[in-house]
């Protein structure tokens, strides 16, 4: 079955809960997204299309027949990617330059209902127009809550990352308290986000470590974190190879960590067994000069394309590493190319062991593109190596 016959079948059966379409093709399109889902309007199932249009929310309502074929078009010519959500699964899709469309499906654990009504505003888990005390110390919004306009985009790429990491978390698994490392924090918004989240929002006991190679910015994270109260977030300045830790680890975020920074990362959350993976990789060189294909060869002559080649291998050999070691992986549009290409969110969820035929499959991708023991593999043989002695 082809994804427009999945969208009509979900909408006849009232089972779809919401499409986002992104990635637009048109540049002088005046919003870069747009998320559908069913309304009932008085006694009628209709679509509500929500654009965002200079950080205004703009709606319109149409009849099933013609919101279905306006989806069909979008699709095929307007944006690049799209996420369609039932009652019971999800289903990645992506277009080609030349049309073809390729989709994964995922059954989801638990089943979600539609909310059919029609003036419903967007759910933020931190809200616009409320106050919240870290985004206030970190100059997002003012006193009132009302965000700045310069920090909006920020303020939705906190969202969305919450958004993820929630749908991600199973609240139950997680117990009472939960201890997250984030490797390369930066500034720390998601940081203090995320411990806002699950101290404030699910009331659990957290402990979060925040690691940055810079001092400045250390000390101005710890500064505001004791000025906020959440004596449970501390930051140092410590190199992710460096770092170790005694405590058990459930979750390991990492947001544009510097090429091999994202891997070692990994390789720490494949080490401490996290529950869960959360990165955003950047500046991927590592595979720049070592990736080899005589049928690609053409591909390889041009610098560009070869750079961008090299970041899809070194994000696909990641996913692999991580499915090799037990991770469910999915791979999600984190934010909205126009803010930052690198918008890859690689997303692992611990469930077992690993498998062979995982192994296999990352050992046949490695010989594909001509390549031996990468960083990754060499620092996981390093971190194995110290725990065994």
């Not at 070194?314 to 549009?333: A, H, P």
């Not at 077992?352 to 620092?379: A, C, M, P, R």
Request: net charge neutral.
């Amino acid at each position: 079955m082809d994804i427009f016959n999945m969208i009509e079948t979900a909408l006849n059966e009232r089972m779809l809960v919401e499409i986002i379409l992104s990635g637009k093709r048109d540049k002088k399109l005046d919003y870069n997204r747009i998320d559908i889902r069913p309304v009932m309007i008085g006694d009628s199932y209709m679509l509500q299309l929500v654009k965002n249009v200079d950080n205004q929310d703009r709606h319109d309502n149409m009849e099933i027949g013609k919101g279905f074929e306006l989806i069909r078009e979008m699709i095929q010519s307007t944006f690049k990617n799209f996420n369609v959500f039932t009652t019971n699964k999800h289903i990645q899709g992506m277009v080609s330059k030349k049309g073809k469309i390729s989709i994964k499906t995922t059954t989801l654990d638990q089943e979600i209902l539609p909310n059919l009504s029609h003036n419903r505003k967007k759910e933020y888990i931190i809200p616009d127009n409320q106050p919240c005390v870290f985004l206030h110390h970190l100059g997002v919004m003012d006193a009132n809550g009302k965000v700045f306009k310069s920090k909006y985009d920020k303020f939705r790429q906190i969202n969305r990352f919450l958004e993820i990491m929630d749908h991600a978390v199973s609240k139950e698994e997680i117990g009472d308290r939960i201890r997250i490392v984030d490797f390369g924090c930066g500034k720390a918004y998601l940081t203090f986000a995320v411990y806002f989240y699950f101290k404030e929002v699910l009331k659990k006991n957290v402990f979060i470590t925040g690691l940055d190679l810079k001092d400045e910015v250390v000390s101005f994270c710890n500064s505001t974190a004791q000025a906020l109260g959440y004596d449970q977030l501390v930051f140092r300045r410590e190199d992710i190879l460096d770092y170790s830790t005694n405590d058990p680890v459930e979750m390991v975020i990492t947001l544009h960590a510097c090429d091999t920074a994202t891997d070692a990362a990994l390789v720490k959350a494949v080490k401490w067994q996290a529950k869960y993976v959360l990165s955003v990789p950047c500046c991927q060189h590592e595979m720049f000069d070592k990736i080899k294909n005589l049928e690609l060869q053409p591909m390889l002559d041009q610098g560009l394309i070869k750079e961008r080649l090299s970041s899809l291998v070194t994000d696909t050999l990641r996913v692999l590493f991580l499915q090799k070691e037990g991770y469910d992986v999915n791979t999600i549009e984190f934010i909205s190319m126009e803010h930052t290409p690198k918008n890859l969110m690689i997303r692992g969820v611990k469930k077992n062991t690993g498998n062979t035929e995982h192994s296999k499959q990352y050992k046949n991708f490695k010989d594909f593109w001509h390549l031996g023991d990468v960083f990754i593999d060499d620092f996981y043989h390093r971190e194995m190596k110290n725990d065994e002695e």
